[in-house]
């Protein structure tokens, strides 16, 4: 299961509480002031270094943004070791990691039979494989497209298109060191998704692998069709559409 993206708030951190236990969650990066917070709040607490962003600088709004998802991502580094370190006992963190997968997940019948194991060698041997395929949760972001306000300089001049809310977020996303999704949610904003043709982390790379996919929150299929061919044309893929509303 996942934890979707709920209010600018609610979900902020939900990476840290749970990606190290394989569980994706959303998180909305569209209020870098209350990022940045949360940022000096996690920084201090895991005594991990904080980088000060200048008001003056021009892409201060993405570089908050960039240094949160680049903190959250080595926490849940640092969580995920801390577990990986753990010995199978009933109640730890470990266990719960297992015990939280579906049934049919090929991990958990893995887990299942190690538990059945009684020759010491082989529950060793199976224990560290079970150990190396643990993966933690996809650190996923969310901008609704509407939310695209222009800004302006501190002489009050307009700012370019880049500069805008929802851009500034998706260049922070963007430039962080993050393997996941980010959703779009909202409505179509044709000039958002085409400034995803910015950054190669979208395309795929030599491998045929994608560092950062797509998602689409769409509340039809009409909407699908013209986003999905929309990005299309762009060489970009849509990984996944989800349902907007009921």
């Known amino acids: 299961f996942h934890i979707p993206v709920m209010g600018t708030g609610h979900s902020i951190d939900s990476p840290i509480r749970v990606a190290h236990l ?11 002031i209350l990022i940045e917070k949360v940022y000096n709040y996690y920084a201090q607490k895991f005594s991990i270094d904080v980088e000060v962003i200048h008001k003056s600088d021009l892409y201060a709004r993405s570089k908050r943004i ?10 849940v580094s640092l969580k995920l070791d801390e577990i990986k370190s753990l010995p199978f006992s009933n109640g730890n963190e470990k266990t719960k990691y297992f015990e939280l997968l579906p049934d049919e997940s090929s ?35 969310n901008i609704m497209s ?15 298109e880049e500069f805008s809310d929802a851009k500034s977020a998706l260049r922070g996303y963007a430039e962080s060191t993050l393997n996941s999704s980010i959703v779009f949610s909202a409505g179509f904003n044709r000039s958002l998704l ?42 970009l893929e849509v990984s996944e559409f989800r349902i907007e509303s009921g």
Do not use: C, H, P
């Open 66 to 75: 960039t240094n949160y998802l680049n903190l959250v991502n080595k926490i």
């Open 107 to 141: 991990l958990k019948k893995k887990y299942k039979y190690f538990l059945t194991i009684q020759d010491k060698n082989e529950k060793e041997l199976i224990s560290k494989e079970l150990t190396e395929l643990m993966r933690a949760g996809s650190i996923d972001v």
């Open 22 to 32: 394989g569980i994706s969650s959303v998180m909305s990066i569209v209020d870098d």
């Open 194 to 235: 085409g400034f995803l043709t910015q950054f190669k982390d979208f395309y795929r790379d030599s491998k045929g692998q994608i560092k950062k996919k797509i998602i689409i929150k769409v509340s039809d299929f009409r909407s699908a069709l013209i986003q999905g061919k929309f990005l299309a044309t762009k060489g």
């Open 146 to 160: 509407k939310v695209d306000r222009t800004n302006y300089a501190k002489d009050g001049s307009i700012l370019s």
